[in-house]
């Protein structure tokens, strides 16, 4: 008989897609074809507010999160070590942190200017403060951290003086863009020359990683929650109500803290959090409860399981792809991406219209090396 730790759980195919339809509309919102004529939702919020561009990366911590409750737990179910585990996380994060960093110097590697906050240091931080807090706490400091960084986070942005600007909602706007702690801790600890856009914040910022990392682990307890020992049935609803009740929770407190992206607000992540869990808990039904014996559902799944299965890799190829197409000339004003962007024939719709046209071009350019790493079993693991 089989001892029971050495057993293998089922993959959540729920996750897999929710990660590769997450990784597609990230590259999608990433490349319109002129971002000034985009569509409303999918450009970022100017500042305060939501729009459909604005969840796509939460959704890619939650979905960092879930796998964090999945993929560690098997490692020490193996055998390893806490230490060995951690030093696996130490070296992953570094790994992708250091790509974030040389995506950022592309393409002329210009060293004075480097941005050093961005989408993949962000990510790296988040996994291993994330796996940190499961691997000697589990659930119960899952929970706590969320809960204290979600109110501490709200009391430094709304109680705390800003130097030079005062008390936020009395002596300067709430979440006013410079008179902000998370923006003015960013200007303090980096040179302008080195943060988003050379300007006064960063949306990646220092201090609005903690946050962050509540988003991260709302999918670690989510995950876990499905790895429960309860009905399938039952963990799809409660999950499907929790999503619900955090959903109508970031809605009210976004009235007296608004949900805001760039500052990761506590509103924004309980927001995004009801969302996501409403969608893992729609794909858990539609999925998992429906078995992986039903092949005609798994072949229909197969571009988002493509992204899902290397989706840091179809992000990372995407940037590369951008960087070039932004950088290589054609002519004497134009680059190859608007070049090709004005290939588009004018009379297919409007401006907005055309530019979505190259976004679903782009995306399905990413599409076709993930597609062959997928049919070949390729996973590539950074």
Request: glycine residues 8%; positive net charge.
């Amino acid at each position: 008989m089989i001892p029971a730790r050495t057993i293998k759980a089922p993959r959540l195919l729920s996750l897999d897609v929710l990660r590769g339809a997450t990784v597609a509309l990230m590259i999608l919102v990433n490349n319109a074809g002129a971002a000034s004529i985009a569509y409303g939702e999918l450009r970022h919020s100017a500042w305060n507010g939501c729009s459909l561009a604005d969840v796509v990366f939460p959704m890619f911590l939650f979905i960092v999160g879930a796998s964090i409750a999945i993929a560690l737990p098997r490692r020490l179910e193996r055998g390893d070590t806490q230490v060995a585990v951690l030093a696996q996380v130490l070296r992953r994060a570094a790994v992708i942190a250091a790509i974030g960093l040389a995506l950022n110097a592309l393409p002329m590697f210009h060293m004075g200017e480097l941005r050093y906050y961005g989408v993949l240091q962000r990510i790296a931080l988040c996994y291993l403060f994330a796996s940190v807090i499961f691997l000697y706490g589990r659930a119960p400091a899952c929970a706590a951290v969320v809960v204290m960084a979600l109110v501490g986070y709200r009391l430094l942005l709304c109680d705390v003086p800003v130097p030079g600007f005062g008390l936020p909602g009395i002596d300067v706007p709430l979440l006013d863009p410079r008179g902000n702690l998370t923006a003015w801790l960013d200007r303090r600890l980096v040179p302008v020359t080195h943060l988003y856009h050379q300007g006064f914040y960063d949306p990646e910022g220092l201090l609005s990683t903690l946050p962050a990392v509540a988003t991260t682990l709302f999918g670690t307890l989510s995950a876990l929650w499905l790895r429960g020992e309860t009905s399938e049935r039952r963990k799809a609803v409660w999950l499907l109500l929790c999503g619900v009740l955090l959903l109508g929770g970031g809605l009210a407190w976004g009235q007296s803290f608004p949900l805001n992206k760039r500052l990761w607000t506590s509103s924004f992540v309980l927001f995004n959090a009801g969302l996501d869990i409403v969608l893992l808990a729609a794909l858990y039904r539609g999925i998992d409860c429906r078995g992986e014996r039903d092949s005609r559902l798994r072949k229909s799944l197969v571009p988002w399981l493509a992204f899902g299965s290397n989706a840091l890799t179809a992000y990372i190829f995407s940037e590369v792809l951008a960087v070039l197409l932004s950088a290589i000339p054609v002519g004497h004003q134009e680059t190859l991406q608007q070049w090709l962007f004005r290939l588009i024939p004018p009379g297919l719709g409007s401006p907005a219209f055309l530019s979505l046209i190259y976004s679903l071009l782009f995306v399905a350019v990413c599409f076709v090396p993930v597609l062959g790493l997928y049919r070949r079993k390729i996973f590539i693991k950074l």
